[in-house]
């Protein structure tokens, strides 16, 4: 904690000063920690953003130099806030849990206001300065910008941003929450989607098994490292290493017609585009189930089952998954082996993105 | 005798700074008629009025379309960006990208009133910008979204929250059918997308004036627009309400967006 008196040059003054100071120091002390009962103070020094060494360079134009452990702070506590919603009965954590590798566990579509169901699965935060674009169809473009779409859909969080404001300005908490963070009292709209944005952008996932076995510091187990053959010549041209994906859209082939959800076309608008999705990411698969964009997969068995058995020759099939992928139990259960080796427990055990 | 010589030297010092000056200011003065922006700078503006031909343009009055439609609009609103004045020689003097975003609305007259400063002096001949919002700024970080393209305020209602981008030109309103009347809404936006293509509706406009228009110190010509609402249903293409009165992430979206690409116009200088 930093307080803007220097001790030191106070040293040659009566101690009357001092007494009156150190008396200060401890009544701000104790009113710093009433503040923020409810925020689990990190005993470790904070850790702003870092890129790992083994991951590429950053794809988002958003700021990270600019976070700081107040606007983190800030961000955390929007991001467990229910507030944010209509009638403040769901937050970011509601359908983005820590333990699910942020997910919503269980839920084939994501479960939002009144009961309302939405299209789709929700995706992991995890990563996401190295994201292009957000969404199952890359509708948003920024990572600030893609809380705007659960706070105002009305299956998610049915509430607008000018509604937001004026409650967080009644708030007795807020106003110094974002005084700490950003040097003034003042709540917009774009500051609370920064301190998102910021709260967010250091949830980074690099500390699975396959990352250590990446740095030199452990090696797969011999059916791990048959699964990881595998995985090199039948899966990683779209889940592309180290982030397991490519960050490209396209058409599994798990279903025929897209009547409800297009897509990536709902987006672009470009033909061939229907029914085409952002490929997602693997690390932490065992935390996300279910699978694929409408959750219709239980099982990481299924989803392989899909894969070598399953596909539909839709029109805009990708053409890699034409001839499907065969392959045999055996080869199933060691690619199964390989994927656990992306489970990275420090990332959803961490204490700093815990909501308590 | 030492301070004696010393205020002799100070004062050919500062003789020959003064001669100095002076021979500069002569030197400026030759120069004038060959540098184009010796004087100080103006203001211009820009006066873009609603009308439907030579009438006025008001939100709940009866507009027929060019296909026969009886309409009323509830609303229309526009953004206007990238100005760039169009200089005598064909030069342009392009507007600060930061002062040159407008949200132009049906129901705010201040809005329509569009005023740049700190222009160079000199004679304009046209003006170009763009209906819409370019795709550097839709895809911007929000905290370069000031003003008017802040989704919460200065751009609520014209920001679509699943897909990153503004509402380039939002009309609604009402159109008659046989014993009643349904409601139309147009959306249009779609900047042509960032990392991968989709489609592009943004507009490039470019207005040429009757006359040269010269801005100085002291100047403020104004440049008198008309914008046709009604524009957004004809040309290139007739637009009949009925057959298809929403319209806003869709491929239909181009049909409106080629529609209202001329819409402005411009009229007189003042």
Same mark, same amino acid.
């Given at each position: 904690?930093?307080?803007?008196?220097?001790?030191?040059?106070?040293?040659?003054?009566?101690? &009357?000063?001092?007494?009156? &100071?150190?008396?200060?120091? &401890?009544? %701000?002390?104790?009113?710093?920690?009433?503040?923020?009962?409810?925020?689990?103070?990190?005993?470790?020094?904070?850790?702003?953003?870092?890129?790992?060494?083994?991951?590429?360079?950053?794809?988002?134009?958003?700021?990270?130099?600019?976070?700081?452990?107040?606007?983190?702070?800030?961000?955390?506590?929007?991001?467990?806030?229910?507030?944010?919603?209509?009638?403040?009965?769901? %937050?970011?954590?509601?359908?983005?849990?820590?333990? =699910?590798?942020?997910?919503?566990? /269980?839920?084939?579509?994501?479960?939002? !206001?009144?009961?309302?169901?939405?299209?789709?699965?929700?995706?992991?935060?995890?990563?996401?300065?190295?994201?292009?674009?957000?969404?199952?169809?890359?509708?948003?473009?920024?990572? $600030?910008?893609?809380?705007?779409?659960?706070?105002?859909?009305?299956?998610?969080?049915? $509430?607008?941003?000018?509604?937001?404001?004026?409650?967080?300005?009644?708030?007795? !908490?807020?106003?110094?929450?974002?005084?700490?963070?950003?040097?003034?009292?003042? !709540?917009?709209?774009?500051?609370?989607?920064?301190?998102?944005?910021?709260?967010?952008?250091?949830?980074?996932?690099?500390? =699975?098994?396959?990352?250590?076995?990446?740095?030199?510091?452990?090696?797969?187990?011999?059916?791990?490292?048959?699964?990881?053959?595998?995985?090199?010549?039948?899966? =990683?041209?779209?889940?592309?290493?180290?982030?397991?994906?490519?960050?490209?859209?396209?058409?599994? /082939?798990?279903?025929?017609?897209?009547?409800?959800?297009?897509?990536?076309?709902?987006?672009?608008?470009?033909?061939?585009?229907?029914?085409?999705?952002?490929?997602?990411?693997?690390?932490?698969?065992?935390?996300?189930?279910?699978?694929?964009?409408?959750?219709?997969?239980?099982? &990481?068995?299924?989803?392989?089952?899909?894969?070598? =058995?399953?596909?539909?020759?839709?029109?805009?099939?990708?053409?890699?998954?034409?001839?499907?992928?065969?392959?045999?139990?055996?080869?199933?259960?060691?690619?199964?082996?390989?994927?656990?080796?992306?489970?990275?427990?420090?990332?959803?055990?961490?204490?700093?993105?815990?909501?308590? | 005798?030492?301070?004696?010589?010393?205020?002799?030297?100070?004062?050919?010092? @500062?003789?020959?700074?003064?001669?100095?000056?002076?021979?500069?200011?002569?030197?400026?003065?030759?120069?004038?008629?060959?540098?184009?922006?010796?004087?100080?700078?103006?203001?211009?503006?820009?006066?873009?009025?609603?009308?439907?031909?030579?009438? +006025?343009?008001?939100?709940? #009055?009866?507009?027929?379309? #060019?296909?026969?439609?009886?309409?009323?609009?509830?609303?229309?609103?526009? *953004?206007?960006?990238?100005?760039? @004045?169009?200089? #005598?020689?064909?030069?342009?003097?392009?507007?600060?990208?930061?002062?040159?975003?407008?949200?132009?609305?049906?129901?705010?007259?201040?809005?329509?009133?569009?005023?740049? +400063?700190?222009?160079?002096?000199?004679?304009?001949?046209?003006?170009?910008?763009?209906?819409?919002?370019?795709?550097?700024?839709?895809?911007?970080?929000?905290?370069?979204?000031?003003?008017? @393209?802040?989704?919460?305020?200065?751009?609520?209602?014209? *920001?679509?929250?699943?897909?990153?981008?503004?509402?380039?030109?939002?009309?609604?309103?009402?159109?008659?059918?046989?014993?009643?009347?349904?409601?139309?809404?147009?959306?249009?936006?779609?900047?042509?997308?960032?990392?991968?293509?989709?489609?592009?509706?943004?507009?490039?406009?470019?207005?040429?004036?009757?006359?040269?228009? #010269?801005?100085?110190?002291?100047?403020?010509?104004?440049?008198?627009?008309?914008?046709?609402? @009604?524009?957004?249903?004809?040309?290139?293409?007739?637009?009949?309400?009925?057959?298809?009165?929403?319209?806003?992430?869709?491929?239909?979206?181009?049909?409106?967006?080629?529609?209202?690409?001329?819409?402005?116009?411009?009229?007189?200088?003042?």
């Amino acid at each position: 904690m930093n307080y803007p008196i220097d001790l030191i040059n106070l040293r040659n003054q009566s101690p &009357l000063i001092i007494g009156w &100071l150190i008396l200060f120091l &401890l009544m %701000s002390w104790g009113c710093k920690k009433n503040d923020s009962a409810n925020l689990p103070t990190p005993k470790e020094e904070f850790k702003g953003f870092y890129k790992p060494n083994h991951f590429p360079d950053i794809q988002q134009p958003f700021d990270v130099s600019k976070i700081n452990e107040s606007s983190f702070l800030l961000g955390k506590r929007l991001f467990y806030d229910p507030i944010l919603s209509r009638d403040s009965t769901v %937050s970011c954590g509601s359908c983005h849990i820590q333990s =699910s590798a942020f997910t919503q566990h /269980g839920h084939d579509v994501s479960h939002g !206001i009144d009961d309302l169901l939405g299209r789709r699965n929700t995706l992991p935060i995890q990563n996401l300065m190295w994201q292009k674009n957000y969404l199952w169809d890359g509708g948003i473009l920024n990572l $600030e910008l893609v809380a705007i779409n659960a706070i105002t859909s009305p299956v998610e969080m049915d $509430e607008n941003l000018p509604r937001v404001v004026e409650k967080l300005k009644r708030s007795k !908490i807020y106003p110094k929450m974002f005084k700490d963070a950003f040097g003034s009292e003042e !709540i917009t709209s774009i500051k609370m989607l920064v301190a998102l944005g910021h709260f967010m952008a250091l949830f980074i996932s690099d500390k =699975s098994k396959y990352d250590d076995v990446m740095k030199g510091k452990a090696q797969f187990t011999e059916q791990e490292q048959r699964g990881y053959n595998l995985f090199k010549q039948h899966c =990683s041209s779209c889940h592309k290493e180290p982030l397991f994906t490519d960050e490209t859209f396209r058409n599994n /082939g798990i279903q025929q017609f897209f009547t409800i959800d297009k897509g990536r076309y709902e987006i672009s608008l470009m033909e061939g585009d229907e029914g085409k999705f952002k490929v997602p990411s693997l690390r932490n698969l065992e935390f996300t189930a279910p699978y694929m964009h409408d959750g219709r997969f239980k099982t &990481l068995q299924e989803v392989l089952n899909h894969y070598s =058995s399953g596909i539909i020759n839709y029109p805009n099939l990708d053409p890699l998954l034409v001839n499907k992928i065969p392959l045999n139990s055996q080869e199933k259960e060691d690619i199964l082996s390989f994927l656990k080796t992306l489970t990275d427990r420090s990332f959803i055990q961490e204490k700093r993105f815990s909501e308590f | 005798m030492v301070m004696k010589k010393s205020f002799k030297s100070l004062y050919s010092v @500062l003789l020959l700074i003064v001669l100095l000056s002076v021979t500069a200011c002569k030197k400026k003065d030759e120069h004038q008629h060959d540098d184009p922006t010796p004087a100080k700078p103006g203001e211009i503006e820009f006066h873009f009025e609603n009308r439907v031909g030579s009438l +006025k343009f008001y939100l709940g #009055e009866n507009y027929v379309t #060019e296909a026969g439609d009886t309409i009323k609009f509830t609303m229309f609103n526009y *953004y206007l960006s990238n100005f760039q @004045l169009i200089k #005598e020689d064909g030069s342009l003097h392009t507007i600060p990208k930061d002062s040159s975003y407008f949200l132009l609305k049906a129901n705010d007259l201040e809005s329509q009133e569009i005023h740049f +400063k700190n222009i160079p002096a000199g004679k304009y001949k046209g003006v170009r910008f763009i209906i819409g919002i370019d795709s550097l700024k839709s895809a911007a970080p929000a905290e370069q979204r000031t003003g008017v @393209l802040d989704p919460a305020t200065g751009a609520q209602g014209m *920001y679509w929250s699943w897909n990153t981008g503004y509402i380039f030109v939002k009309a609604e309103g009402t159109c008659k059918v046989p014993d009643s009347t349904i409601n139309f809404r147009y959306h249009i936006g779609l900047f042509g997308g960032y990392s991968t293509p989709t489609i592009n509706n943004i507009k490039n406009v470019e207005l040429m004036f009757n006359q040269n228009v #010269e801005v100085k110190e002291g100047k403020k010509p104004n440049i008198h627009c008309y914008v046709n609402p @009604l524009e957004m249903f004809k040309t290139p293409t007739t637009f009949s309400i009925p057959t298809q009165p929403t319209i806003m992430a869709s491929p239909a979206s181009k049909t409106i967006a080629d529609n209202y690409a001329d819409m402005i116009k411009f009229d007189h200088v003042h």
